[in-house]
């Protein structure tokens, strides 16, 4: 059947497809300004957060990319068969677990590849779930009502 082929061809292929929700611009916007606001008292200073480059792609061409250690969350969407990856880069993770721990925040802490040890992992799982939350509330935004599905 030449739809079969077709169809198959369109599975296979890989690549960034038209994002599935509405007014993809607010849900930035939205998702920054509550990165801001749910970091903030966790870190105890100023931030400033934005987005850029959003896409929606396979999770394994998500994770491709990712060759050293970062912050890296997969989210369980309730009644979704497919899951959601949130990643942040390594010196991201380390500059939040520094802030943590009393860092100076006018300072970068020196980069040093390293593994994450269970302090740091266990850290970035609040600035995880902080920013998840900020992405379920840029979400209800875009949509004009809360989100109504739990994202872990």
Do not use: N, W
């Not at 611009?25 to 939205?30: C, K, P």
């Not at 050293?68 to 979704?80: K, N, Q, R, T, Y």
């Not at 939040?96 to 799982?125: E, H, N, S």
Request: proline letters at 7%; glycine letters at 10%.
């Amino acid at each position: 059947m030449p739809s079969d082929s077709v169809l198959t061809k369109k599975l296979r292929r890989s690549g960034v497809a038209r994002s599935p929700l509405p007014d993809s611009d607010l849900i930035g916007e939205t998702f920054a300004r509550g990165i801001e606001d749910r970091l903030r008292p966790l870190v105890k200073t100023t931030i400033s957060a934005t987005t850029s480059h959003p896409r929606v792609t396979r999770l394994a061409d998500a994770a491709g990319g990712i060759v050293v250690p970062a912050m890296l969350g997969v989210v369980e969407i309730e009644d979704a068969d497919t899951p959601g990856l949130i990643a942040g880069q390594s010196e991201l993770a380390y500059h939040l677990v520094d802030l943590m721990l009393g860092g100076d925040p006018g300072t970068l802490p020196r980069a040093m590849p390293r593994a994450f040890t269970a302090i740091d992992m266990a850290l970035c799982r609040v600035h995880l779930d902080a920013i998840l939350g900020a992405f379920a509330q840029a979400i209800g935004a875009s949509l004009g009502r809360p989100l109504t599905k739990a994202l872990h």
